[in-house]
């Protein structure tokens, strides 16, 4: 039976609390609070008992899917298994406790771990200063956009362009209109990565910066990569490194050494804190020194031993989040760095990167694999010729997972892939897992060879059934 929106379970004269009886004197509510903040009607508050609340939130978390619960192979979005420490020690009453509004000497454990935080970010990524403020990848895209604006108004000229690869993740063109330049598209070559020529051909003094995800989208290395960096540069511009797939380089390469001048990173992702609908992002950036006078304020700087905020820095392009960014992922990021150390993050890498290769040879003579180099983290399939089985698309594919346990992996992006699969399994997965996965896609495909019915109908035995995603977007109803 559908579960019941909690308003639908109220019953008039039910409670789940209980106050001790007050024998003081009654006040009326003017009395006590102003006229014009007080409702005029009651507010449309559920009447339940506490067993009944208990109850329904209980059962709405046994529907939702996460990674607690099965495989997540969200392409792009490293959804790996978040280990219980990390929550165990974000709870220490020392961390929860405190306030940003307290003075430094009062919270220097909460600094300490911030700037240690910073130091070991840097040591990581091969940048000299890092800001921890941005409170998620995209908005440490637009952190280093506004940086990059500042650097060249610095220098005399903002500039005009930022150039992007075809295969670019959609918030970097959003970050970069924000910030005010102009994207411009780098085709990719036949093997999935930047075209050196078009890139070439695209370079001027107007170009203010090269923003690409390395490895890229379709999970391939970019090769050419210090190439690339000393045309940009030749020209005076900067290169920025979208973090989202540094899971695949951790502890293996800097990007720092690369000749990328500016990058954000994904706590969120590569530092196992739970993102999505599992808690707050976090996307802090790392930048060469030559650009640390335009990082956010405040800053954290030490004298004389003790740590503090300042905010004497006066080419910074300003404050870009309230209070110093989400500290609960800092807590649980770095506890993730120290107890994994330098060899454990390699293993972090390693171990993404083999199972994402061990994942594409099962299905790469099942599906179409355009790309067909050795991937890093994660790999891009094409369901497009499944079309001529009762013109069964990806998104059925997608949907027919959800009955036999799996969350679906990202499913037409990258753009330049028709009918797209972009599968990650991260390194936390077993193999059983892989091969169960794997087992279950070529089910599939022979099910939309079959019936391809089943497809278009799916999902069959989720809580909700397929959604009319039109009339969802069309006519939106969020309030009950």
């Not at 911030?114 to 908005?139: C, D, R, T, V, Y």
């Not at 220098?155 to 670019?168: C, E, F, M, T, V």
Request: hydrophobic share 35%.
């Amino acid at each position: 039976m559908p579960e019941k929106l909690i308003i639908e379970l109220s019953k008039e004269g039910r409670k789940g609390y209980s106050l001790p009886h007050y024998e003081g004197q009654k006040k009326d509510l003017k009395e006590l609070i102003p006229e014009r903040l007080i409702r005029k009607s009651p507010p449309n508050l559920p009447e339940v008992t506490e067993n009944e609340v208990v109850r329904h939130f209980v059962r709405l978390s046994n529907m939702n899917y996460n990674v607690d619960k099965g495989f997540y192979p969200l392409g792009s979005c490293t959804m790996k298994y978040n280990p219980k420490i990390n929550e165990k020690l974000a709870r220490l009453e020392g961390f929860l406790n405190i306030h940003p509004l307290q003075p430094s000497p009062t919270v220097q454990g909460a600094l300490r771990l911030m700037k240690n935080l910073e130091n070991l970010l840097a040591e990581i990524s091969g940048f000299e200063a890092i800001s921890l403020q941005p409170a998620a990848g995209a908005h440490g895209e637009l952190t280093s956009m506004m940086i990059v604006r500042r650097y060249h108004e610095k220098q005399g000229n903002p500039r005009k362009y930022i150039l992007i690869p075809d295969s670019a993740h959609g918030t970097n063109p959003a970050s970069v209109t924000i910030s005010g330049y102009i994207a411009k598209q780098i085709k990719s070559n036949e093997q999935g990565r930047v075209d050196i020529e078009d890139l070439r051909a695209n370079l001027s003094d107007e170009v203010a910066a090269f923003m690409v995800t390395n490895p890229n989208t379709l999970g391939l290395f970019e090769t050419e990569i210090t190439e690339i960096s000393r045309l940009v540069h030749e020209v005076g511009g900067l290169m920025y490194m979208d973090g989202a797939n540094m899971n695949a380089l951790v502890g293996y390469i800097r990007p720092g050494d690369l000749g990328f001048d500016i990058m954000h990173f994904n706590l969120h992702k590569t530092f196992s804190t739970p993102h999505g609908g599992g808690g707050p992002g976090s996307g802090p950036i790392g930048v060469k020194k030559f650009l640390e006078p335009f990082l956010p304020v405040p800053r954290i700087v030490e004298e004389d031993g003790e740590l503090r905020l300042s905010y004497d820095f006066p080419d910074s392009i300003g404050k870009v989040h309230f209070f110093y960014g989400n500290f609960n992922v800092f807590i649980k990021a770095l506890t993730y760095i120290l107890i994994m150390g330098e060899e454990g993050l390699k293993s972090v890498a390693e171990n993404a990167v083999i199972n994402a290769n061990y994942l594409k040879a099962l299905l790469e003579d099942e599906y179409t694999l355009p790309y067909k180099s050795h991937c890093m983290h994660e790999f891009v399939l094409s369901g497009k010729f499944l079309r001529k089985y009762g013109k069964v698309k990806t998104l059925d594919v997608a949907k027919r997972l959800l009955d036999y346990g799996f969350h679906a992996p990202t499913i037409y992006f990258p753009l330049i892939v028709s009918e797209a699969l972009m599968i990650e399994p991260t390194e936390t997965e077993s193999r059983e897992t892989l091969d169960e996965f794997a087992e279950t896609l070529i089910k599939i495909k022979k099910e939309a060879m079959e019936n391809p019915e089943i497809l278009h109908e799916a999902p069959h035995n989720t809580p909700v059934r397929r959604l009319n995603e039109v009339k969802a977007a069309r006519e939106l109803k969020v309030r009950w």
